[in-house]
């Protein structure tokens, strides 16, 4: 097995849509597919992802008649250093190959060996080699992503989002719906107020269940990083 470490240029793809990914507004990060497209926008969404590099190596092995063959992994993607006081245990950087599901049944005994060695490589190497398809990355928690990432970039009044955090910190878990009612009259003032929260929720200073469907059942929480007593 010999290893290359080796970038990926992105030209058209035939049947598919090719591309750059702003990551965090920091780098650029290349996807030859709207599955992987889909992917960065999740690794994007997940705080304790540190890192993501694209096609990172490509590892070059024996197949089964001997002939020299090559397997370059779509994605390499490095997590944070844990909190020490939390006592959390260190995330394992993460190999991945992105996959549509009809791909992979149709073609699974063609691409199995080279997913048998990728994982060979993680393994040595103290990664960890996940394939992800259409069910593992177009999921509600995805849905939910696009739906708010519309409102991250809207300008609020810094007084109504003291007034929601402040009301929302007092109270603990609440549902959407008792903020509306409990903050606003008229339906003017309580489309201000829900177009504020889908904005918190997409800047994670308000917390829900990103995995279950947003609604005015939705309760939500103050994220407990931010400094409540400014808020006050």
């Known amino acids: 097995m010999r290893i290359s470490m080796k970038n990926r240029k992105i030209g058209y793809t035939y ?4 591309g750059h990914f ?5 780098k650029s990060i290349a996807f030859e597919s709207t599955l992987e497209r889909d992917m960065l926008t999740l690794l994007e969404f997940n705080d304790s992802v540190e890192d993501v590099i694209e096609q990172p190596l490509t590892i070059e092995y ?3 008649n001997g002939r020299t063959v090559t397997y370059t992994p779509d994605f390499l993607v490095y997590f944070k250093e844990p909190d ?6 260190q995330r394992k950087p993460l190999l991945i190959e992105v996959k549509p599901t ?3 049944q149709k073609h699974f005994q063609d691409l199995r060996p080279r997913f048998k060695i990728a994982m060979q490589y993680a393994h040595a190497n103290d990664m960890i080699f996940k394939i992800y398809d259409e069910r593992r990355i177009r999921t509600q928690y995805l849905k939910n992503i696009i739906f708010l990432k519309r409102y991250k ?3 609020f009044q810094e007084e109504d989002e003291n007034l929601i955090l402040t009301y929302i910190h007092s109270i603990g878990n609440i549902s959407i719906e008792y903020v509306l009612e409990a903050l606003a009259v008229t339906k003017e003032q309580k489309a201000l107020i829900l177009s504020n929260i889908w904005g918190l929720l997409s800047q994670k200073k308000l917390l829900c269940h990103f995995d279950k469907k947003l609604n005015l059942q939705t309760e939500v929480w103050i994220n407990n990083t931010i400094e409540i007593g400014a808020l006050q």
């Open 15 to 18: 049947g598919s849509v090719s």
């Open 22 to 26: 702003s990551f965090r507004k920091q």
């Open 62 to 64: 024996k197949n089964h």
């Open 84 to 89: 020490a006081s939390l006592l959390r245990l």
């Open 102 to 104: 009809e791909k992979l």
């Open 153 to 155: 970039r809207h300008k």
